[in-house]
Every structure is written in C-alpha cells, then in structure tokens.
Nanobody
Framework: EVQLVESGGGLVQTGGSLRLSCAAS????????IGWFRQAPGKEREGVSC????????YYADSVKGRFTISSDRAKNTVYLQINNLKPGDTAVYYC??????????????????????WGQGTQVTVSS
C-alpha cells in the first residue's frame, strides 16, 4: 500500500522559512515523480514542484521559483520542500503526491493533478503578516 505522510507545517511570520517533509513508502515503481501541491481556502489545488526518479530532475511552478526548493533523500524515501521568504499568500494546506508509474512525463512535470494518483493527508502552512 502506497503511503505518503507530510510533516513540517506550522505557523510562521512573513519572511520566515519552513521545510516540509514527505515520507513515502509502499511502492516499487521504477519511473515515478513526487510532487508538492497546495490548496488555499476557497481556491483550487495547484502544483508547486516535483522531482522525478532517475536523474532527479526538478520542476517548479513559476509562482514559486526562487523561493521553493525540492530535494530528496533516497535512503530515507523522503522528499523535502524548503520554503524561504514565506508570504501570506503561501498560506495553504500542502500535499505531497506520487505519480507512478507515470504515463505522461510532460504532464507530470507540469504538475497536472490528474497524473498523481496517490496523495498524502496534507500539512497546514499558515503565514502571518
């Protein structure tokens, strides 16, 4: 059974930083991607970043480039999302999700929600002004 467990969210002030973690288990796909998504109150869920197995290629939404960094520790089967210079607009529930085995590399790296079949329960990030 695939399991994704997020942690690391919390309440931070504007300009602060957080590192979110996504512990993944229960799969043996050779070709997969793990992505981070977020959903703010009253808004649709949007893709933030993903990292692809194999060469570890990383992709980011334009809105977060320069402030968000995705990384992975394969020994721990954990993917991280470092968020710097947090803004109130970053307030959301952050989810990690797994696309595996992925069918369309382009859609996966463009963070298409439908390509990600497995989801974690989310972790709340709240940024105070």
């Amino acid at each position: 059974e695939v399991q994704l467990v997020e942690s690391g969210g919390g309440l931070v002030q504007t300009g602060g930083s957080l590192r979110l973690s996504c512990a993944a288990s229960g799969f043996t796909f050779a070709d997969y991607a793990i992505g981070w998504f977020r959903q703010a109150p009253g808004k649709e869920r949007e893709g933030v970043s993903c990292i692809v197995s194999g060469d570890g290629s990383r992709y980011y939404a334009d809105s977060v480039k320069g402030r968000f960094t995705i990384s992975s520790d394969r020994a721990k089967n954990t993917v991280y999302l470092q968020i710097n210079n947090l803004k109130p607009g970053d307030t959301a529930v952050y989810y990690c999700a797994l696309a595996g085995p992925y069918r369309d590399y382009g859609l996966v790296t463009r963070l298409s929600l439908n390509e990600y079949e497995y989801w974690g329960q989310g972790t709340q990030v709240t940024v105070s002004s």
